[in-house]
């Protein structure tokens, strides 16, 4: 079946540090991609998505692209500051859209200052 | 303004009592989820509906139920709560399900 691999955490990182978070994916065909955010004591965000191979994502300095030969989709952030701390989710969608999304397990970023 | 909202936001059972979690959607959406939050397992699917008394199990289902007579609500119902279910509930809807998920608030259940 599908899943999604997350590099473990925590994650801890001085502030405008360079950001990557590795996500892989098993899925057949073209499964879309997302990102999801959540900060402490709040549901999921939505962060970004790519939809077919070689799309890029991106939204609040936040960049992951859609690697169908290494079935990846890497968040990478070129600076982060205190307020990216959160736990940061891979997520996938199969092809046909006709199941749930599948989640990593998570990791959590800590940016001090 | 998100157009979801879950209900109660925190609650305090006792084992072997019923337990009902709300979620509330005002977009008109097809799909709704429970999913559960722990820590090391990150979001474990419990249960979805596709539509008006259109539901399925997710990968936890075990001493779930799920009722959805309104497209705008999805109750989650645990039959005789147990330690073990104590957890963050998470709800969540889509318009398709291969678009993006918006979450509610999540309610935090513990079972004593």
């Known amino acids: 079946g599908n899943s999604v691999t997350q590099m473990e955490g925590p994650v801890t990182l001085s502030e405008e540090a360079f950001l990557t978070i590795n996500c892989t994916y098993t899925a057949t065909g073209y499964p879309s991609l997302f990102w999801y955010v959540q900060y402490p004591g709040e549901g999921l965000q939505l962060l970004l998505k790519?939809?077919?191979?070689?799309d890029k994502g991106s939204n609040k300095g936040f960049e992951a692209t859609y690697r169908k030969e290494t079935t990846s989709f890497h968040l990478e952030k070129g600076s982060v500051q205190v307020s990216d701390s959160a736990v940061y989710f891979c997520?996938?969608?199969?092809?046909?859209?006709?199941?749930?999304?599948?989640f990593g397990k998570g990791t959590r970023l800590s940016v001090i200052a | 303004d998100a157009g979801i909202t879950q209900s109660p936001r925190h609650k305090v059972t006792e084992t072997g009592t019923p337990v009902t979690l709300r979620c509330h959607q005002t977009?008109?959406?097809?799909?709704m989820y429970w999913y559960r939050q722990d820590p090391g397992h990150g979001l474990r699917l419990i249960h979805y509906s596709y539509g008006v008394k259109d539901t399925d199990k997710g990968e936890v289902s075990d001493g779930y139920s799920v009722s959805r007579s309104k497209t705008e609500d999805f109750l989650l119902t645990l039959e005789s709560a147990t330690s073990s279910q104590t957890s963050v509930y998470f709800c969540a809807i889509t318009k398709g399900q291969g678009d993006g998920y918006t979450f509610g608030s999540g309610t935090r259940l513990t079972v004593v």
């Open positions: 790519a939809t077919k191979a070689d």
């Open positions: 997520a996938l969608s199969d092809q046909a859209g006709n199941t749930p999304l599948v």
């Open positions: 977009e008109n959406h097809r799909y």
